[in-house]
């Protein structure tokens, strides 16, 4: 009896937690301080220049150790696995030898990842090419059933 009542009472806790609780979880929702950086990435350093909230989008604009800025906007709050694949393709933008980034823009969304790179050189042969192609380059990543973008689904636009 004694076990039978500690269980209930346990679940009905636990309930209660769920609904006390759980509309309130975009308080803890990422927002790029140092700690939280370290624990996807520890050798990344992410400084917050600003944020805005217009409507339901949270705009901030976020500078990394080497210098070069970045805007991510998102609506609702970001998941680890967001911050970790934004992380992963800032760095392999930012490190592409041929491409120097003006502005780099990532949106976050219940279907994914889009990236806006507005190039401000483009070298092929050591000449540069920028003013011959599109004004800018756009890929997105929609999230396959793990949450994790599905490769077969990018695309530039």
Partial sequence: MKKYIFMSIKNLLMILF???????SSVFAFTWT????KQISPNEKITVVSTAKKGIETFAVLKDKNGNT??????EPLEKDSVK?????????FNWSNLKIDKIKFMVSK??????VLPLQFAY?????LPHLPAAACTSATRA???DPDPSSRSIR
């Fill in 145 to 147: 059933r793990g949450g």
């Fill in 85 to 93: 694949n934004i992380l992963k393709l800032k760095e392999a933008f």
């Fill in 34 to 37: 140092e700690d939280e950086v």
């Fill in 18 to 24: 769920l609904f006390i609780f759980l509309p309130f």
């Fill in 125 to 129: 042969s050591n000449v540069n090419i």
């Fill in 111 to 116: 279907k994914g990842l889009d990236v806006a």
């Fill in 70 to 75: 970045f805007n991510v906007i998102n609506v």
